[in-house]
């Protein structure tokens, strides 16, 4: 079985809740999940899972979350070639950068040589009832990919 681990962090719990309808859907596809903040774990857990797949909301204009800092300089210490990866985020379409730290969280996996499996997943604030069905065929997704079926 497949572990993947998904790593978040949230203020206001629409960044948790869309992490927890990921893990259901990779659950769904048969994959062996943790879910954990990212104030309760570092970049290094990484290494012992299938894939991986971090979330966090967007914070200012367009920055990462300051809980979710160490955790993204401690990706420059970690040859991820290889790893399955995707990254999901919360954030509002009211700023002129919307669901910045998706992509800049994108940007530093892809550095360090992950394979973005997937598009990244945005959603403004919480996810609708539609929203929350889309959280889970992401995590299918990944979990299907990361056993190599597409």
Do not use: H
């Not at 206001?12 to 769904?28: D, H, K």
């Not at 797949?53 to 979350?65: H, M, N, Q, S």
């Not at 290889?82 to 990254?87: D, L, N, P, Q, S």
């Amino acid at each position: 079985m497949i572990k993947i681990l998904v790593v978040y962090a949230s203020l206001t719990g629409n960044t948790e809740e869309i992490a927890e309808l990921i893990a259901e859907g990779i659950r769904q596809s048969g994959g062996e999940t943790v879910i954990k903040s990212v104030t309760d774990c570092n970049a290094f857990d990484i290494a012992s899972y299938d894939g991986a797949v971090l979330g966090a909301y967007t914070w200012g204009d367009g920055e990462l979350p300051d809980e979710f800092l160490d955790f993204y300089e401690e990706l420059d210490e970690i040859d991820l070639a290889g790893m399955k990866a995707a990254v999901f985020g919360s954030g509002d379409t009211g700023y002129d950068i919307y669901c910045g730290a998706v992509d800049l969280i994108e940007a530093k996996l892809k550095e360090r040589g992950a394979v973005m499996v997937q598009t990244s997943l945005k959603i403004e604030y919480g996810p609708t009832a539609m929203e929350k069905e889309d959280c889970r065929k992401f995590g299918q997704r990944f979990a299907l990919a990361c056993v190599g079926v597409s």
